[in-house]
Structures are given as C-alpha cells and as structure tokens.
C-alpha cells in the first residue's frame, strides 16, 4: 500500500526562497504541496509569477492567513524578518511543524535580537524552543523540535568551514576572521539601487563591515562549539553571480599542526555527514551550485602557522531551501538524503 | 522483483556534452552507467576531471576500445565530429544502439555532409540507417531505431520554433531567417581565444554568417516537413552566458492570419508533448535552464504581416544531452520522460 | 590669448547619459560646465551621487528651473521622455541651443509621437524647428540649428547598419529586418524587475516585439534617404552586458550586387566620417567600447541573395552622450572630432 | 617653438598590457611611439591583432631585436617573466630608459627571485640599480633611475592598502591578512582552462593559496617602509569580471585608534598623491574602472580593534600600464598626471 504523503505549506512564495523551496518539494517524493502563499500576488497561478513552472507547479497562490494548517505536517516560512515572528506566534498551538527561513529565532534570546536586527521582537516566546537547525551540527535535536530556525546563508559555509576546529579546541577564539563573498541572490529579489545589473555586474565591494548581522550568529554557534566566548571579524562581499558563496576563513591555532594532522580533524568530524565533502584542492562556487553541497578545503600554511579553510555553497539551498528540506526530513523521520541528491549544475 | 537495469556506456566524458550526460543518467532510475571514456584522460577518476561530481559519480575513466560492448544496451558517442563516424562503423554488428550527439549522421547524404563539413567521411553506410533524433518530430522512427543522429543544439531549437508552420504549409519556404544566439558552452570545453573569459564576457557577436553547417541541418528538417525545398538565412552570435539557446525566427506567411490561428496552429501541434511550453509572452534563457524544456512565443506581427517566433531551450541539455536521453527513453520503450523532469534552475 | 571656453549645462545629471555627458563635457578642452541639475538630488556633490568623479568633478547639483540660462551657449538636456519638451518649451525663447537627448523632437510630427509615445505632446510647436541629430547623415543641418533631438541608441545603430543602401535605393522598402541586441543601461539606471541583476544575468530576451518606438524612428530616417516609405520590422533583445548594442540588419537588394561593390557602397557613403569603421570581419560590441566609434560589416550572402549589415555601437556614447557632444561640436564649430577621440576599452 | 616629443617603444604588445600601453601612450601628448613589438605577429598591423584601433594605431609590429633603440629615451617591456631579464641585459648600455613590467626586478635580490620564481635570474647585476617604481612611495627615486620595475597589481592595491599604517608603524608586522580579489584580465590573454569562460563566468575561487608571488613583493616593501621584518598572509581569488581588484586588508594596530585618527593618517600621508583618493565609504571596482585612480577606505572596528583598509584598482592600468606611464612621466621630468586623467567608466 501506498504511503500516505506529507502536506506541506510554503508561506511566502514570490522570493527566491520560496521559489527554491517549491521547486525542490515539487519533487521530493514524500510531501505534497498543499498551499503556497503569498501577500501580493494571491489569487494568480504559481507559475504565472515563476514562469519556469509552466505546467509543472500551477498551484493559485493564497493569503496566509486564510489557509487551512490542520492538516499540515510542515509549514515553511520564507517571509522576511520581522514578518516571520507574527506567524510563528499566531500558529504555535497548531499541530503543524514550522521551519522558519527568516532571521527571527536564530539567536540566543531576543536581547540578542534586539541588539543586532534593531527591532522589538514581537513573540518573544518563541526563543525557548527553537532549534538552530544545521544539520551537520544540530541534526538531533533538530528531529524532536517544534519550530526550527534555518541557519543564515552566510553562517551555513562560514560555521560549517570551521566547525570541527572549534569543537576540538584547536583554535584561538578572538583571532577569527571570516573574509565571506556571495552571489547577489543574496539580496533578495527587490528591486533596488543594490541589485540594479549595472551596479554589480562587472562589480565587487564589500559591504557591512563591521556590522553584519550574521557576524553574532556566526559567534554564537562556534561559542557553542567550543564552550567559550568566540569573537569573530566578517566581512561579507558582494560577487557579479547569481549563486554561491564562498568564505576564506583564516584561525590561528593554539599548537602547531601539519597539513595531513588537519585533513583528519575535517575528515573525522563529517564523516557521517553526506553533504560536505572535504576536497583536496579549493573548490570553486560551480562545483556546488544547484546542490546541497558544501565542500571544504582547509589548508595549512607552515610559513605564516595560520589555518586556512575555504568553503563553499549554494546560497539559496545549503544555504536556504534545501538546508529547510533537510530539516524537514530529519523532523518526519526519513532518509535525510531524500529530495537532496541533486548533482551540481556545472557549467 | 526489480527490474534489471538498462546498460549504458557513455564515450567521450572530458567535454560538457559528456557530463551533462552523465549528470542525467547517474539519476536515471533505468539504467545503470557501465562505462565512462576518455581517452587523454584514461585511469582517472571521473570525478577528477569533474569534482562536481566528487562522491557522486567515482568510475574511473576508460579507453573508449578497451570497453566491453557485449551487454550494453545503449552508448552514447560524446565526441567530436569526424571521430564518431570511426566508432559507428567499428561498432556496426554489435547488440548496443548507438546514439550520436555529433553532426556525423545529421544529414541527408554523405555527399551534403562532404559539402558542409568540408571533410571526407569515413562511414558512408551508416547514412542509410541513421534516424534524426528529435523527439517531436521523429519520436515514432526514434522508437525502432539502431543509430541515431542527435540534433544540434541551433537546429533543434530554430526547428521547434517554425516546424508548426511548415508542417502546416503555412510559410513561404524561402525567406525565412533564424537569428540565434547561444550560450558559450556551445563553443565547447577546449581552450581558445574564442572561449577566453575576456573576449566573451561583456561582449556580443554574430559568426559563421551566411555559411554555419547547421544551416543545411536545418533546411533539411523543414522541407522534410513541408515536402519542398527550403531555404534559411541561419545567423549564429555568441552569448556572455554558459548556457541557453534563444532563436529569433522570422517567418512570411502564404496568407494572412490572426494570432488567435497562429497559437492554435501551435497548441496543436505540440499537443502531445509534454516538454514544449507555448507561451503567451516572450521567454528568456532562465526560464529553461537546467532542463529540458524548449518554451515557444508565437507572434502575429499584423503591421508587418509577418510571423516571428521565439523559442528557447537550454543548449547542452534539449540542445545535447536530455535530447540524448529523451531519444534513449523511446528506444528502451519506457515512459519518455523518465530522467528528464528537473525544473528549471532560476535564477 | 587663450579662447573663451563655451558654456554649458547638463539638465539631469542623475542617470547614466548625463553622467556619461558629464565625463565627455569636463575632459573636453573648449566648452566649461556651468550648470548639472538634478531634482531629486539638487543640494548634494555630483560626486556624491557618482563616486567615480570624487576630486574631478565635484560640482554642487542644482534644480533646473533656477539656473541662470543668460549665458549659456548649449544646454543638454538629459532627461525622461515627455520632461523634455516642458523645458524645450520653457526656454525656447533663451539664446542657448538645445541638445535633447529624450525620444520628444525625434518624429516628424505630433500626431506620430502621439500615436507611437502615447502621450499627448504638449510643445508642438517645437517638431517645426528641431533637427534629428545624427552627424554622418544631418550634420550640415545640425550646424546651424537651435534645437537638436539628439537620436535613438538603436536608431543609429540601425540607421548607420543600412543607411548606404538606402541611400543609394539599392534595397527593397518593405523586407528590412533588424534583430538588434542592447546592453541593459539602455534601460536607464531606475531599479525595477526590469534591471534587477538575476533578471539579466546569464539571461537573455526579446522584448516590444513588432511594437518598440524606436521603428518608426528607424522608418522615418530611412524613408528620407531613399525618398519612399519603409517599413521595418525591428526586435530589440536585452543582453547581460552594460554597454553596447549590435544590430543584425537583413535587407533584400533590388538588384544582384557582390561583395565587392556592397564594401564599396559603404567606403563611399562614410568617406568623410571618421567615426564610421568599415570592417573585414564581423565587430563586436568590446571594439567599441567607451568610444564614439560605429563599427560596420556588411556582408553578401550569395547563397540567399541578401545583404547582412552588422553594425555595433555604445549605446551610452554614439548612441547617446558621444553623440550629443559631437552634434554640441558642429553647432559652435568646432573641429567635429573634439573631445571625442576615446580610444575603446578593450577588454 | 613645438617642443619635441620623447621617443618611445613598446616591446611585446600581443597583451593584455602592451595594448594598455599602447592605448595610454597614443593619447599621451609628449611623446610619440616609433615602435611595437610582437615576436608572433611581426609584420601585422598592430590593428589588426587589437581591431579596437583600427584607424588610430595601425603601426606595423615588429620584431624586437631589430627594433632601433638609438634615439629611444624609453623603453617599455611588456614581456612575460623571464623574457624581460634578456632585454634588460642585452640594452644595459643603451641611452634608452627601461620600464619593465614583468616580476624580473621588483625583488630584493636574483636570491629571493630564485626562491619565489622557481627559475634562475640571467641578468643578476640588473637589481643593483632596478628602483621599484610605486610612485606615491618611490617617485623620488624613479625620476633618476635607468631601470624601472613597474610593481606587480596585487601589491600594488595591496601596499597601498596599508602603507600609511606600515609608515607609521602603527600596527602589528606578523598579522596583516591580505584577502585579494582579482578580475580575469589577471591572467592574461593566453587561452588555458584558467582563462576558459565557463569557468570564470558565475564562478570563484581562491588560488595560490600560501604560495602566490607577490606575497614576498609586498612583504618586502611594507618591510622598507616600517624598517623591521613583515610577514603577510596574501591570498588572491579570481573575479569573473576583466578588471579591477580589490583587497580587503585585516591589520592588528599595535595601540587602540579611533575612525578620526585613522582617517588622518590617510590623509596626510597621501595628500600631495592626486590618483589615491581616500573615501568615506567603501569603494567598488567601477569607481575606478579605466583609470589610474586607487580608492580607499580605512575603518576601524571597535569591536574587534582591527583595522580593515579596502582598496580597488584598475590592476591593467594603476596595476601595470598607467603605473607604467606615471613612472615614465617622473622620469621624463614632465608633469605626473600627463595623460592620465581618463575619468573611470562606469558603469
């Protein structure tokens, strides 16, 4: 007998996430799209506002606040931050799981908040039982949760370049730099003076120096790793493609350690992890894009006694939809490979 | 019980045609790839030569003469022109069919193909059994074929964007003109001023004008269609992008008509073919990406009398190799989208 | 004793043809720019606005309406259709000249620009003494004119492409078909869906198929030269690079001709035209870049009996600001090739 | 009187930098080009190697040992590593000044040339009396040299980054991390899988990682200017633009700073230096695009006491030609910014 599929919901559709989002569930073999919303274009076809899903997603968009949740198992949110916080606090007493792509509940508590995004929290609540969802690090408790928050794209390659240096203790904690540089999708899919074509093709610059939000996101998850204050300097930069990021990351470690000792901390601490393959070479943005891939390279240089790590992703799905999926499968209990296997699109 | 797997060999892996190929039919849940060839690059990984593919698709590379052919069922020659012709006549008695991807069999005779591609051709015969693999069109010979002729990528979209029109004798058969534009992955992996990253990026030119091969390919399809000769003005650019084909076809018709009969004349015709999207407004490269779609726009120009449809589809996949595997779908006798159902990738 | 520079201003300075004029006019040794306006920005540096001049030009913007025009010899006007004739109107009775570079004194009446703009024009009395600005083939006009409507980017790219064989009434009236290709800051520097970066990126699309306003622009020039009505069938494309449009121009001579006399044809037509380079080959947009320079390769087709012209131009430069210069040049006679003699950036 | 122009040649100008060079130098309005070199294209027209110049620099190349160097007062070699050093010995005791751009000169000693380059010097007597030519930190040696090493591009928006700070010896001389960001045109015009658009285009990626040339070049230079020993982790990564770069330098200040005392080392240190302009926010590789501006921009971080400096060059022009052209015009005793003021070109 057939099994019976999971319903979904992906509130908020018109950006690229929920785009990506639609796109890799419409395939997953194991859910079915029950609704996808959105505010501004409700009551067109899906396909009409993304026309690549001509006769494959025709779903009729809707309200959010007019669907029916009893029967979901998994609501998506792929709403800006800010606007998340309201729906997660109006749905917490529903049946249905929530996966959360904003930025609201992936920090500590909403002092943290407050500080970083400057912005009242507006369910505060939420904090206690949300689960930072990275799989690699977090997967178990993310199976048994509630509400999930989605990792940011930049933290997903920057945490994961690092993670098993600092959950081994083998780095100083206040020398951290994470020099990061992304695909414009980034921005979103807003019109504006930062994602005008003649302002980023042929273009590079750094942007929110000092200052970006997911530096404290960044901080907070590798403190968790290594059970100390960790402060780190990122500096994200703004690359002329649509997909992918890469982070070179430089730690300075507290004994020295030779380049085969290095390849084996990476290769120990991934090694139940499909997803990240560790590389001999540095990869590049194309031999991830479209997948669910992060591949690392972490290097050691004898001459200046500094770790390098580069890592590399697709934005909108390690870094977004399908680390969302992955999440998803983890909390239905199925094969978290499931949906993901996608090969990268190179060229 | 399970079924057995289908037996494939794909030869020539180095170039993009090869990988895509691979790519496709690594997911494929019919067939099993036996065999990878390459000859410069014979004893390596596969995944060497495409780290894309890094834990995903390990072969190693072999020799394409050393390959047993014995229990395959099909191979697919991803080869340069002028080589393929020497493996289909040294391959001729053997079980597996062949599927072509180079221009060797896409013409009618070897007399036009020596007249074309300004080289002797080595494998005469096989002209007589050679069948001209585009689904659309020539799906039900497809079916029963030992040898097929792939489709270039120009011609298989400059032929879907006018092939209603002249199946239906609806168009003068000698004033069409088809001004496309390619991607620069047509041009192929091999180094040249033609592929340097600074001649094509920001840039944009028209070649081979007045004389690309591609030309007679496609004159020869549509006067098949609409049993009289046809002559096309075919002019090729080159594109800043990886991938995609947009045509611009020009079209005279006999007598006048409306847009309402001209779309009709193209729903009909594209009735039974689930990969041919006609649109109701212009498509672009995005919109086809990564699979194996070809979106059509059909346009009455009333102040003009003159019919222009656009067509689009991505080169190396409806253009190459989903066109391979589409090809391969009907000759095994299974559904023929089996493989080929990835959405696009946008942005 | 050193000359009198000539005065000038720039009338909306916010976009990319008056930054464009702004960089010609500042280098140019015999004109001084008294005045750049900007509504929206009116207070601040130009600089500020474009940081590329920080320390060059850094002049305060102004609001149009204040500038003291007495002793102006040239305004340029750089701005929105429809804008433009508020102030050719407002002025028209000032000693400077006008150079306007909107669509609004281009056609040769009200009642066209009403049919083809869909906007009623409210300075009609303008069209009786402005002059279409296109030097190689107006320039004697240009001189001794108050009001120049300076052309279309892809007017003169497509007026230049054939003008020889309209000329000399070598081709058919009514078959000229123009593909023309456009980098995307012929769309101006407003964000919208239109210029966002994932829209064009790796992306390519027709766009105003058998309706774009630059036909009839096309149409009227061409039926001036050979004294008859034409009809064009002329289809913009959007291309993922900042600058340039190429056009395929296809055009069916009256009479056989042969390459020969076709590259004759055109040597003679802009002998005395510096800026005009006939080609051996096919240009392509880099050759010109950042230049004033229109690059023209016409081709005869023997096969098909057709002429194919291919001509590139910046769009920014020859299509817009270059232009304008070099019209400001013969009003204040002046050597025509004055501060225009870039040579092309490349790559 | 007219004074007479200097006499120029350009040795090697099949380039990417010869055809700056020669671009810069026939616009330059004190000196006159007697010669160009191509050991390949001897013969040709120099338009026809680079059509951009068709009409305006159609000298034939020549062969360079044939060259006549009698009456040269400046040679430029525009060669590959290794070929320089031969010309510089052959023509030691020729009256002509030598500009070198390749790598042959700019280190300490054919020592330290051996260990970075991998290749043994056979001109080891020319760095005796080779001046490193960064005007704003050499000028005052370059207007009495005899032979220039032009700097490389990386150290060259890689020292100027930081040098106000080196200097003053204001920070740290072990933690300067040099995270660099290059456009394609880096890496010449010689077709390789490097330089293959399908793998530039949407795509990035770190090289040289620990090991690059230029980071002794950099070290050494910091280390004239702080008189102590410097050690720089430099790691370039590679654009898909064609030019520009941009560094993102992290440096540790020996004792805590503020923005304002910051702002003014900057200031006073490049203040008689017209092409460095320090901004107040940061720079993108537009801002200076075809120019021989070096913008930068100095932050401090509070948070994390490091100085983060970005700088963005034109690595063809301020990186190699323009540098090239600055240097000969202090050499020549003429004004510095002769021919050098091209406002960028952006967009």
Not at 65 to 87: C, K, N, R, W, Y
Not at 227 to 236: D, I, K, L, M, R
Not at 260 to 280: N, T
Request: proline share 5%; hydrophobic share 35%.
């Amino acid at each position: 007998m057939k099994r019976n599929k999971h319903k979904i919901a992906i509130v908020g559709a018109s950006g690229f996430t929920g785009s990506e989002l639609t796109r890799l569930l419409a395939s997953h073999p194991e859910v079915e799209i029950k609704h996808i919303t959105s505010e501004s274009h409700a009551g067109k076809a899906f396909s009409e506002l993304h026309p690549q899903f001509l006769n494959i997603v025709d779903l009729t968009l809707e309200k959010a606040d007019i669907i029916d949740t009893a029967d979901l198992d998994i609501i998506f949110l792929a709403l800006p931050h800010g606007v998340s916080m309201e729906f997660v606090g109006r749905w917490k007493d529903k049946n249905a799981k929530i996966i959360d792509l904003s930025g609201d509940f992936r920090l500590r508590s909403p002092a943290v908040y407050e500080a970083w995004y400057q912005k009242k929290h507006s369910f505060q609540e939420g904090f206690s039982n949300a689960v930072y969802g990275l799989p690699e690090l977090t997967g178990e408790k993310v199976k048994s949760s509630q509400l999930i928050a989605n990792p940011g794209c930049y933290p997903t390659a920057s945490i994961l370049s690092v993670a098993p240096l600092f959950a081994n203790k083998l780095v100083e904690n206040d020398t951290l730099i994470i020099d990061a540089k992304s695909g414009l999708t980034g921005a979103g899919i807003k019109a504006s003076d930062t994602t005008h074509f003649s302002n980023v093709n042929e273009n590079f610059k750094p942007y929110g120096i000092g200052s970006h939000r997911h530096t404290i996101e960044i901080e907070e998850q590798l403190s968790t790793l290594c059970e100390e204050g960790v402060t780190v300097q990122f500096t994200p930069h703004l690359l002329p493609v649509d997909r992918g990021i890469l982070v070179t990351s430089y730690a300075k470690p507290k004994n020295e350690i030779d380049s085969e000792q290095l390849r084996k901390v990476y290769d120990d601490f991934y090694q139940e992890h499909p997803f990240i393959r560790i590389r001999d070479k540095a990869p590049s943005l194309k031999d991830v894009r479209g997948s669910h891939y992060c591949d690392i390279y972490p290097f050691w240089d004898s001459r200046t006694k500094r770790i390098i790590s580069i890592a590399v992703i697709d934005n909108l799905l390690k870094g977004a939809a399908s680390e969302a999926v992955h999440n998803m499968n983890l909390m239905l209990g199925i094969d978290q490979q499931t949906g993901l296997k996608q090969i990268p699109l190179k060229p």
